[in-house]
């Protein structure tokens, strides 16, 4: 993991500010949900993106009674 060299501070309410640069270059716009977990000994923010709960692509999915399918897996899934 390459360091930057932007440091922030974390408010009252546990926030931080992620530089406009980084979401730019990231394309993370505002709303965008963002997916949080530990790795290790760092706390890692990833632009969340749905992928099938079959194969994981993240490809044309469809949001049904709750889960991601993509359609390949929906067409295999009807053909059964």
Known sequence: ???IG???????LGRIVLPI????TLDIAE???LEIY???SAIVLKKYRPTCIFCDSSKDIINFK???ICPKCLKELKNQ
């Open 38 to 40: 530990v790795d290790g």
């Open 66 to 68: 709750g889960k991601n």
């Open 21 to 24: 640069e980084l979401r730019r």
């Open 1 to 3: 993991m390459k360091s």
């Open 6 to 12: 932007i440091v922030r501070k974390v408010d009252e």
């Open 31 to 33: 709303k965008d949900p």
